[in-house]
């Protein structure tokens, strides 16, 4: 018997141990296992294995083949083959195959890899592969190996018409497809407050105010506040309505997924005859939505009148009553 000699140009790896149909289906890793076979020309990406003198390899009482290490994906890897089964895992007649991930002293606390493998057996009558994939393994600290304890059985494996083990040699292989974590995953929070806000504003000089009003900031669930008033209304009513609007001044912070729900009441009370113009909404604020209110609160006509009461002596009230009912912002997972 020649010594074993190792060889691994664009990772084929060369076992030399010297020494004197068609494929149905391939048994299942388990019940629950989705595999998934075929027939393809091209040869594996990462890494080959060629067996010569199988029969001595199989009978030289030799439970296992560990390969030399291989790059796949950005990891290190190593091929397991039990030429005679892994008997630990029931794949007595079969040939056991098996991705083993290396390295580990270099990896960062809690790692794992999802992973996606395609084995591989030569088929040299035909000058093609027949491939098994299985479905997505992780690979931890806690199960650094995963496989096929039946990959393919000796029966199959042997028969000459298959062109597995032609001259007593054969090939195996091994792709792997990464998953990689892209902290695409997000956590939703949302919490319920019952803030609630309410107070006036005594807008003197009215007639004198040529742009818009703004307000000191006020906090109301955690949040700043301005009130906005175009005395002449904003573009889309300048000249016809007053315009009053709330402004959110934490949206210039915000991430494009944080906003916050308001239910918020603009009042221009009467001076004169008591009670007051009202309206309401209930509308998301966020980076993108800033600032709600009413472009046409009230026409000038109105409110120039001086029976009705709302300006008076060149002087409006404002009063907003305001309740932050929603907080919600989603993050990306870690």
Request: proline share 3%; net charge positive.
């Amino acid at each position: 018997m020649e010594p074993i000699v190792f060889c691994s140009p664009s990772n084929m790896e060369y076992i030399d141990l010297h020494c004197p149909s068609n494929i149905e289906s391939v048994v299942l890793e388990d019940e629950a296992a989705e595999l998934m076979m075929e027939i393809r020309d091209a040869s594996p990406t990462h890494y080959s294995l060629k067996i010569e003198s199988f029969s001595l390899l199989s009978e030289s009482g030799i439970d296992k083949f560990e390969s030399n290490v291989f790059n796949a994906g950005g990891y290190k890897w190593k091929m397991i083959i039990y030429p005679n089964g892994n008997t630990r895992e029931n794949g007595s007649g079969h040939i056991s195959v098996y991705l083993a991930i290396t390295g580990l002293n270099s990896m960062r606390a809690g790692w794992e890899v999802n992973a996606i493998f395609t084995f591989f057996v030569f088929n040299q009558l035909r000058d093609n592969y027949l491939s098994v994939r299985g479905k997505m393994r992780r690979f931890q600290p806690m199960k650094t190996l995963w496989g096929l304890p039946k990959f393919l059985s000796h029966k199959k494996f042997k028969y000459p018409s298959n062109g597995y083990l032609v001259d007593d040699k054969c090939v195996f292989g091994a792709e792997i497809f990464i998953i990689h974590r892209q902290a695409i995953g997000e956590c939703l929070s949302m919490v319920k407050s019952n803030d609630l806000f309410k107070r006036q504003w005594k807008i003197c000089n009215f007639s004198k105010l040529r742009k818009d009003w703004l307000s000191e900031e006020f906090t109301v669930g955690g949040y700043n506040w301005k009130l906005l008033v175009y005395p002449q209304g904003n573009v889309t009513s300048k000249g016809c309505h007053i315009s009053i609007y709330l402004k959110f001044v934490n949206a210039k912070d915000f991430n494009q997924h944080q906003k916050v729900k308001a239910n918020c009441s603009i009042n221009l009370k009467d001076q004169i005859n008591g009670g007051c113009k009202k309206l309401s909404y209930c509308e998301w604020f966020s980076s993108t939505a800033p600032t709600w209110g009413f472009s046409g609160y009230m026409p000038l006509t109105q409110l120039y009148d001086e029976k009705n009461g709302y300006l008076v002596k060149d002087c409006i009230v404002v009063e907003v009553d305001l309740k932050v009912v929603f907080k919600h912002s989603v993050r990306n997972l870690s």
